[in-house]
């Protein structure tokens, strides 16, 4: 049973209930403050007096542009604890074009109405103009200036089904959807999370995150879940773990963290970077869970993590977690059993990508390994539907659905988007997958999103840029990911007449590298005509995604271009395929 | 560190963030724009912390925001140890 039945009551509250608990952020030289719960409260007290200054009321939207986590946490909380909805939005990329950046971000303010975008002070250059071009928009405020409030705080009444917050998906740039989260879904899912799955308590726990605030994993999973059931934080900088992987391990070391979560690149990038005396330093004995989701799990990935960690520093072999969810569910909706090594399912590729079904590997032929995602929530389902809406047996690929109370309401003053995914009490998950013995397996996705680093890509927006290209052929660009070393890679099919493309290639990754911050892996030029199209001329994503893993796509009478570390690159493919038969022969023995 | 010494690192961090392209890596220049590395963000920031951890050094994030180019974050290099 939940202690609290809004987030708002569990803010003005744990503090009281859980004062010894604290949330502690790291700044980008390693210096740590700890925020007691009761301190909590009193600083989001006096920024909700600060907001309501500025004439927010309940029921208004407020942007939220903020890079210094403490200022945007509490920032955040103030506005839950008098009823008005933050809009969280990333700040902008180091590296990457600011007009579609500054686009996207007037596009969110617009849909979600926004009344005045909070920032801090150093974006304020890129962010004045939001103001003209945003008419609901009439204010632009420093989040530095929040602090300062002499006037009490006057808190509304807060129910379970009021809003919470607004989570706008990355969606494409001209489409964002504002996932609409009410308290209720939030002390659910927090409640399943923390207590039913992760069995975490005050006590005995302490969640450890770099993971950016803004996106839900980190702002729902590590900022409102602890605070909700009393739990202690420390909060590591995005770009500080970025540059220096292995502050992630050694702040859990130090500080004893007993939960964590990330991406799988994290896991191959935290592997890849360690260093020989921290490992012999670390005790990692006190990790129980470490979540991954939010992109495809690799399996070697996992693997090497946990061969290598455990072995050296003493990690839970169980410790990895995959785990599934999605920002319409509020953050997720299954995980892999607290007690168990992570769980995989071995197939035979052909049948599993002809007819959509499970079968024992054959000797000698490839094999494909699918990581189970445990089973879901308790009083929550997951089905694999057909395109009729009709639930599929386990072991048969169909659209992952999800129902339970979990599921958010809808997006925000999008009725359309909202009955494409919200259909007969199902959350149409877009993903593709199956059951099997009760536990949920993600294999694709329906749309052909690309997920890179964490950041969902539409295959659209990339192959639109590259199409502007002069001799990329218009309407011949396929975007598609490939498994890569350390997690999903960038490959780009262009078909284009020119036989030395050299420069074509250098100019369509530059365009690329500008508009979307986007750096391609393999870059394919092929001959018109290639490209395997349906008998209504439109693009097949996935079959061209099949043809190139198998080598074919190259082989289509085309001229490849490309350095020769393209070719040692496909070569590693061939070479992994053969190695995964040989595994399959020697499963089978 | 020399210049020729200063190259081949930055040569070094390229080849360890994004080895598929350890060849392109071998002749680039200092003249090159991060811009048409097209590397992704994080493969651009392991880059720094691979430089950063074989010289000792600390880049603080001011000098990061104005490098442009290889040349410049060679400039970072040679001009020497902050203390990390």
Known sequence: MAKYTTVAEAIARVGIDHPEQDYVFQNMQGEETSYPFPDVEKATAKRAAALQE??????????????????????????????????????????????????????????????????????ENVLWGLVDRVPSL??????????????????????????????????????PKGVIVTHANLIENCHQIIVNRLKMTPEASKGVSWLPLYHDMGLIGFVLAPLVNGIPVVFIPTMRFIKRPSVWLDTIHRHRGT?????????????????????????????????????????????????????????????????????????????KPLDEEMKTNIVDAATYEGDGKVVEPVEGQPYLEHVSCGPAFDGHEVVAMDDEGNILPEGTEGELC?????????????????????????????????MLDGEVYITGRLKDLIILNGRNIHPQSIEWVAAEVKHVRKGNVVAFSRPGQRSEELVLACETRLDDTAELEAAVRQ????????????????????????????????????????GDLLGRGSRQAGATADKLTLAKHVAASIWSRAKATALLR | MNDTEILALIRDALKDVAPNRASEWDTVALDKSIEQLSLDSIAT????????????????????????????????????RVSA
């Open chain 1, 54 to 123: 500025l004439g927010l009321q309940k029921g208004d939207r407020v942007g939220l542009i903020v890079i210094e986590p403490e200022d945007f946490v509490l920032t955040f909380l103030a506005a839950v604890r008098i009823g008005v909805l933050p809009v969280p939005l990333y700040p902008p990329m180091s590296f990457g074009s600011l007009d579609a950046y500054v686009e996207r971000t007037a596009k969110v303010l617009d849909t979600s109405e926004s009344s005045i975008l909070i920032a801090s002070t150093k974006l």
């Open chain 1, 138 to 175: 009439r204010k632009l405020v420093r989040v530095e200036g929040l602090k300062e409030s002499n006037r009490t705080p006057n808190f509304p009444e807060i129910t379970p089904e009021d809003t919470c917050f607004l989570q706008y998906t990355s969606g494409s740039t001209s489409d």
């Open chain 1, 259 to 335: 939960q964590t979560f990330a991406p799988n690149f994290a896991y191959a990038l935290a592997t890849r970077r360690v260093r020989k005396a921290d490992l012999e330093r670390w005790d990692l004995s006190c990790l129980k869970s470490c979540g991954c989701g939010a992109e495809p799990i690799q399996p070697e990935t996992v693997r090497a993590f946990t061969d290598l960690f455990s072995e050296k520093c003493d990690m839970p072999r169980t410790a990895v977690l995959p785990a599934y969810g999605m920002a319409e569910a509020t953050l997720a909706i299954a995980f």
């Open chain 1, 402 to 434: 999800l129902r339970g109370p979990s599921n958010t309401k809808g997006y925000y003053k999008n009725p359309e988007a909202t009955a494409a995914t919200h259909r007969n009490g199902w959350l149409h998950t877009g993903d593709l997958g199956y």
């Open chain 1, 511 to 550: 365009l690329v590298q500008k508009e979307l911050s986007l750096a391609i892996d393999h870059l394919v030029f092929i001959k018109p005509g290639s490209l395997p199209k349906t008998s209504s001329g439109k693009l097949q994503r996935r079959k061209t995604r099949q043809l190139y893993l198998n």
């Open chain 2, 45 to 80: 920031m392991e880059m720094v912390g691979f430089l950063e951890d074989k010289t000792e050094a600390t880049f603080p994030d001011e000098e990061l925001a104005k490098v442009n180019s290889l040349g410049d974050l060679a400039s970072l290099v040679r001009a020497g």
